[in-house]
């Protein structure tokens, strides 16, 4: 089993930063992409961003320019840079971690993918 523990999310003025980081913990051997998702008040949970374990990044175009994933492999660490915070960008972040598909279909780890337990950001106009 894997464990993954968020922190930096809280509250912004619009145009400001945070930052949010997601550490796994446990059998970390099959943990391939990283990344962030989000949950707006009211509305489904929406990707936002994601790191392969070769550094190759994607973003959804509501935030591309403006906020940054980055991981630390040694430690089993991503974070999101997020700068130029808009009001909607207000949202709880939930990070995500993908074990190898090829690892899950031999067996070699259980689980398809981990889930944060959700850090909340709020921008504020």
């Known amino acids: 089993q894997v464990q993954l523990v968020e922190s930096g999310g809280g509250l912004a003025q619009a145009g400001g930063s945070l930052r949010l980081s997601c550490a796994a913990s446990g059998d970390t051997k099959c943990i391939a992409t990283m990344g962030w998702y989000r949950q707006p008040p009211g509305k489904q949970r929406e990707p936002v961003a994601f790191?392969?374990?070769?550094?190759?990044?994607d973003y959804a175009p509501a935030v591309k320019g403006r906020f940054t994933i980055a991981r630390d492999n040694g430690a089993y660490t991503v974070f999101l840079h997020m700068n130029d915070l808009r009001p909607e960008d207000t949202a709880v972040y939930y990070c995500n971690f993908l074990n190898d598909p090829e690892s899950v279909a031999r067996g070699v780890c259980d689980e398809p993918d981990y889930w944060g337990q959700g850090t909340p950001v709020t921008v504020s106009s």
């Open positions: 790191v392969t374990n070769t550094g190759s990044a």
